[in-house]
């Protein structure tokens, strides 16, 4: 079992800063080299060298009975692939997520799989699966233990802002090769370049809290320090993105303005929601909170969600904020776990992964230039997240072996990447094959947690997995 402690006291605090400093004021200024270089070229043109735009989904209203259909097969196939998923030791997670591509055109092609989703129901499933998005978000942020993250605050924000700073990088100078073939028509180089450095960066917390459990290790300092990278990850990930979507909307002075309202906004909860989350939260201490507390709960989630959204980012980034200043701990933030989980991680969930499968289309990767684009990305993506989480982790004092361990764990991707797509997708930053190819990487960075994780000896052993697994 792998353990490990905090950062050594020789690591002095004045000396963290200054390294933090360096490290940002290099990353700020190779940023603005990469978007020097890539200002110079042209962006795709209507027709990609690698594939055609996909199709556009029809905008007819879709009856209750298709969208029954689609709802039921979404949910069985996923519970089904998730329970495969689960018995090889995978985050059930992850299956209902390729369930949910599986039922696209990925598999089944265009015309089959118009009988189970057809594009009237599209519509419908979005703003379905935009629903779920926004209330697991919310969740998210309810999970997020502020105790446990000023703890280990000192080792935590250095090694997730490595994690951060150095697949951004990557991913930005990547889209010096990409921006040509896998943009859309008339996006600037900026915008692209700022959201494929956000999408190499992300870090799912949530199925790494569910691939530490099943690997018995959340209980381990290991673990701990993972859970807490994460968060930190999570919050300064969705911060990065916030700003992106306003670049992406606005536009230089433009974006600007939002960027201001959003770091505003972001002020406004911590200096005046979150007091007022933890005076509400302690009225219900002890006992469950009536249904007009629960109301109340909703009617803010919405409006945090509205505000974001009418500030120019994205509403998801909202509710996030605000479930983070309600006390993880309280009955009020328990009572949302225990009343809206299941709904939403078993039913409006499903529908977010079954209307991204609807928009991935695997056949778009085409060719063996196509493939080879794709694991470039994949490559890049897993060094830069493995290789600044190992850096940093060793500066802080770590040995190599859990910063390694650490760095294949801050490289799970899962639910958080994909959310990060599906909102590049929609504002037509990405194309579709692009869009096609992350999903892929986002997956495969994934799925190989469990095993490498199994690989360096950390976890469950191999033995007693393989006994789990054929119920022994």
């Given at each position: 079992?792998?353990?490990t402690?905090?950062?050594?006291?020789?690591v002095?605090?004045?000396?963290?800063?200054v390294?933090?400093?360096?490290?940002?004021?290099?990353a700020v200024?190779?940023?603005f080299?990469?978007?020097?270089?890539?200002e110079?070229i042209?962006n795709?043109?209507a027709?990609s060298?690698?594939?055609a735009?996909?199709?556009?989904?029809?905008s007819?209203?879709?009856?209750l009975?298709?969208?029954?259909i689609?709802?039921?097969?979404?949910?069985?196939?996923?519970?089904?692939?998730?329970?495969?998923?689960?018995?090889?030791?995978?985050?059930?997670v992850?299956?209902?997520?390729?369930?949910?591509?599986?039922l696209?055109?990925?598999l089944?092609?265009?015309q089959?799989?118009?009988?189970?989703?057809?594009?009237?129901v599209?519509?419908?499933?979005?703003?379905?699966?935009?629903l779920?998005?926004?209330?697991?978000?919310?969740l998210?942020?309810?999970?997020?233990?502020?105790?446990?993250?000023?703890?280990?605050?000192?080792?935590?924000?250095?090694?997730?802002?490595?994690?951060?700073?150095?697949p951004?990088?990557?991913?930005?100078?990547?889209?010096?090769?990409?921006?040509?073939?896998?943009?859309?028509?008339?996006?600037?180089?900026?915008?692209?370049a700022?959201?494929?450095?956000?999408?190499?960066?992300?870090?799912a917390?949530?199925?790494?809290?569910?691939?530490l459990?099943?690997?018995?290790?959340?209980?381990?300092?290991?673990?701990?320090l993972a859970?807490?990278?994460?968060?930190?990850?999570?919050?300064?990930a969705?911060?990065?993105?916030?700003?992106?979507?306003?670049?992406?909307?606005?536009?230089?002075?433009?974006?600007?303005?939002?960027?201001?309202?959003?770091v505003?906004?972001?002020?406004?909860?911590?200096?005046?929601?979150?007091?007022l989350?933890?005076?509400?939260?302690?009225?219900?201490?002890?006992?469950?909170?009536?249904?007009?507390?629960?109301?109340?709960?909703?009617?803010?989630?919405?409006?945090?969600a509205l505000?974001?959204?009418?500030?120019g980012?994205?509403?998801?980034?909202?509710v996030?904020?605000?479930?983070?200043?309600?006390?993880?701990?309280?009955a009020?933030?328990?009572?949302?776990?225990a009343?809206?989980?299941?709904?939403v991680?078993v039913?409006?969930?499903?529908?977010?992964f079954?209307?991204?499968?609807?928009?991935?289309?695997?056949?778009?990767?085409s060719?063996?230039?196509?493939?080879l684009?794709c694991?470039l990305?994949?490559l890049?993506?897993?060094?830069?997240?493995?290789?600044?989480?190992?850096?940093a982790?060793?500066?802080t004092?770590?040995?190599?072996?859990?910063?390694?361990?650490?760095?294949?764990l801050?490289?799970t991707?899962?639910?958080?990447e994909?959310?990060?797509?599906s909102?590049?997708?929609?504002?037509?930053?990405?194309?579709?094959?692009?869009?096609?190819?992350?999903?892929?990487?986002?997956?495969a960075?994934?799925?190989a947690?469990a095993?490498?994780?199994?690989?360096?000896?950390?976890?469950?052993p191999?033995v007693?997995q393989?006994?789990?697994?054929?119920?022994?």
């Amino acid at each position: 079992m792998v353990t490990t402690a905090d950062a050594p006291s020789t690591v002095s605090a004045g000396r963290a800063v200054v390294v933090y400093a360096l490290m940002l004021a290099v990353a700020v200024g190779l940023f603005f080299a990469i978007r020097s270089a890539g200002e110079a070229i042209p962006n795709a043109t209507a027709v990609s060298s690698f594939a055609a735009a996909a199709p556009n989904v029809v905008s007819s209203s879709s009856s209750l009975l298709q969208l029954l259909i689609a709802l039921t097969a979404v949910v069985v196939s996923g519970r089904l692939i998730g329970w495969a998923f689960r018995r090889v030791g995978q985050p059930p997670v992850i299956g209902e997520v390729v369930a949910g591509i599986l039922l696209g055109p990925s598999l089944l092609g265009r015309q089959a799989s118009s009988y189970i989703l057809p594009d009237s129901v599209a519509p419908v499933l979005g703003m379905i699966a935009q629903l779920g998005v926004i209330l697991y978000m919310f969740l998210v942020g309810l999970e997020l233990n502020a105790a446990r993250l000023r703890r280990r605050a000192h080792t935590a924000v250095a090694i997730s802002h490595a994690s951060i700073v150095a697949p951004f990088l990557l991913g930005a100078a990547l889209a010096l090769r990409l921006f040509p073939d896998l943009s859309r028509p008339g996006v600037p180089f900026s915008s692209f370049a700022l959201f494929m450095g956000v999408a190499m960066a992300t870090t799912a917390f949530p199925v790494l809290a569910r691939i530490l459990t099943d690997q018995r290790l959340a209980a381990t300092e290991l673990g701990a320090l993972a859970l807490t990278c994460a968060a930190v990850d999570d919050v300064t990930a969705w911060c990065l993105l916030a700003f992106v979507v306003g670049v992406a909307r606005a536009q230089v002075g433009g974006a600007v303005i939002v960027t201001v309202l959003a770091v505003a906004y972001v002020a406004f909860v911590f200096v005046a929601v979150r007091p007022l989350a933890a005076w509400f939260v302690r009225r219900f201490e002890g006992r469950a909170p009536p249904s007009g507390a629960v109301a109340g709960v909703l009617v803010a989630v919405l409006l945090s969600a509205l505000a974001t959204e009418a500030i120019g980012v994205h509403a998801v980034f909202g509710v996030f904020l605000l479930g983070a200043v309600i006390p993880h701990d309280s009955a009020v933030a328990r009572a949302f776990a225990a009343k809206l989980e299941t709904v939403v991680t078993v039913l409006l969930l499903p529908a977010f992964f079954a209307y991204t499968g609807m928009r991935t289309e695997i056949g778009l990767v085409s060719g063996a230039g196509a493939w080879l684009t794709c694991g470039l990305i994949t490559l890049t993506a897993t060094v830069g997240k493995v290789g600044g989480t190992w850096l940093a982790a060793r500066l802080t004092g770590l040995d190599g072996h859990t910063a390694t361990a650490l760095g294949v764990l801050m490289n799970t991707r899962g639910l958080m990447e994909l959310i990060v797509l599906s909102i590049g997708l929609d504002l037509g930053v990405i194309s579709p094959t692009l869009f096609a190819m992350m999903v892929l990487m986002a997956l495969a960075t994934t799925l190989a947690t469990a095993p490498l994780l199994r690989r360096l000896g950390v976890g469950r052993p191999k033995v007693e997995q393989v006994l789990a697994s054929v119920g022994a």
